[in-house]
Structures are given as C-alpha cells and as structure tokens.
C-alpha cells in the first residue's frame, strides 16, 4: 500500500497491487457473495451508473448495533472506475457521514491489478479522521487480497 503525499486535508489516497486479475478485483467490488466475504454482512446492490448499495455490518462488543452504508454508484465503468457516495450511519445515531469514493481499476498484467481508493469527505478534515480512514481501508484491502490471491 502506498500514500499519495499529495493528497487535501479533506481526502484520503490509497493505492495496493493485489496479484489477480482486473476482472476478479471489479467483481470484488460490485458482486454481492463475494462482498459479503470481505466487506460486509449483508449487501444489496443495483451495479450500473445511477444505481444504489446498501451494506450492512453488525457490530461487535466495542460498537454494537447495525452499521449500514449506502449509497450511489455516480459512475460505473466495468473493470476500469467506480465512483461511488458512501453515507454511514451508526447504530442510534441520526446523523450521517458522508464521503464520496472513488476507486479505479488498472490491470498492471494479465495476474496483477493496480486499485486506487480516494475518500472524499469534510470529516476528514480532522487528521484523526484521515488516519482512521486510512487503517481502515487499508485492513479492508488487506482482506480482500488474502481472499482473492
């Protein structure tokens, strides 16, 4: 994983190689069985351009409750780009964080695939933010190589 130094005080980059093919990492994206192997518990999703998603984790002993995402696909181009709002909303709390995600998909070879994340959001103008982000999603790739690779 590297960090893209260049990034705003208001987004977070994000790039990994993960060793399969562009083809498998989009679908990693955007196919709900394998989805809910790695990023959520139960996921709904309409995958073309103006569709919606919704996923929804179910805490655990630090932060109980259902924990649900959702939101739109603002652009989706097979194998290549998706563009994505990402609205969260926590157990008993009303308010929602919003971000937008973009993610694009470079086939480095036929076995390797470049992704680049960028989260978007005012929250992540508090660098606490930006570094939860950051673990996060860099955990969350983590699990998707080992389950892809």
Request: charged share 30%.
């Given at each position: ?39 959520a ?24 409750g ?28 009303e308010n ?27 929250s ?5 933010s930006?570094i939860?982000?950051m ?15």
């Amino acid at each position: 994983m590297t960090l893209d130094p260049t990034e705003s005080e208001s987004e977070i980059t994000l790039t990994r190689t993960i060793d399969a093919p562009v083809e498998d990492i989009f679908a990693a994206w955007t196919d709900p069985a394998i989805l809910e192997q790695w990023q959520a518990d139960e996921v709904e999703v309409e995958p073309f351009t103006g569709g919606h998603y919704r996923y929804t984790i179910e805490g655990d002993e630090e932060t109980p409750g259902e924990h649900v995402i959702k939101g739109e696909y603002l652009i989706f181009e097979e194998n290549q780009r998706l563009s994505m709002s990402w609205i969260y909303t926590a157990p008993g709390d009303e308010n929602e964080t919003i971000f937008v995600l973009d993610i694009t998909f470079r086939g480095v070879d036929d076995a390797r695939t470049e992704i680049k994340l960028v989260e978007r959001g005012a929250s992540h103008a508090d660098p606490e933010s930006r570094i939860f982000s950051m673990e996060a999603w860099d955990s969350a790739l983590a699990h998707l190589a080992d389950l892809i690779e």
